[in-house]
């Protein structure tokens, strides 16, 4: 007789909520960091909003091992990998034309030419 074959594990899911809170958080501190530094007013808060590129890159390599442990509950192996690069360089470039482009809004009495 033939024995039945072992019914497959269900695959499991990944959360939702930190799973959008590694991929959310980068792009809106851009934003509003470039925003309230905005808000003073004037070239020298123009000057500091040079550092957001520097902070926003340290945040995002914290949140990809955050992203990591978050992930590896569904996948393995080479998808990690890919993902992990994928998230990291993705972030990066996300906030940074986040951030030029908030500085184009922000700081338009700025000559920049």
Same mark, same amino acid.
């Not at 890159?57 to 393995?76: P, S």
């Not at 993705?90 to 908030?102: K, P, R």
């Given at each position: 007789?033939?024995? %039945? ?7 499991? %899911?990944?959360?939702?909520?930190? !799973?959008?809170?590694? !991929?959310?958080?980068?792009?809106? @501190? ?19 909003? !040079? ?33 992990? @690069? ?9 906030? #940074?034309? !986040? ?6 809004? #922000? ?7």
């Amino acid at each position: 007789m033939r024995e %039945e074959p072992p019914l497959p594990q269900p695959v499991p %899911e990944i959360p939702r909520g930190p !799973l959008w809170y590694c !991929l959310a958080i980068p792009p809106a @501190l851009t934003v509003v960091t470039n925003g309230l530094i905005a808000s003073f007013g004037g070239t020298g808060p123009a000057i500091a909003s !040079l550092a957001i590129p520097v902070v926003i890159f340290f945040v995002i390599c914290g949140l990809t091992q955050f992203f990591n442990d978050t992930i590896t509950k569904r996948y393995q192996g080479r998808s990690v990998v890919f993902l992990n @690069l994928a998230y990291f360089f993705g972030q990066i470039i996300v906030c #940074f034309a !986040l951030w030029f482009g908030s500085c184009v809004l #922000f700081f338009p009495a700025l000559n920049l030419h």
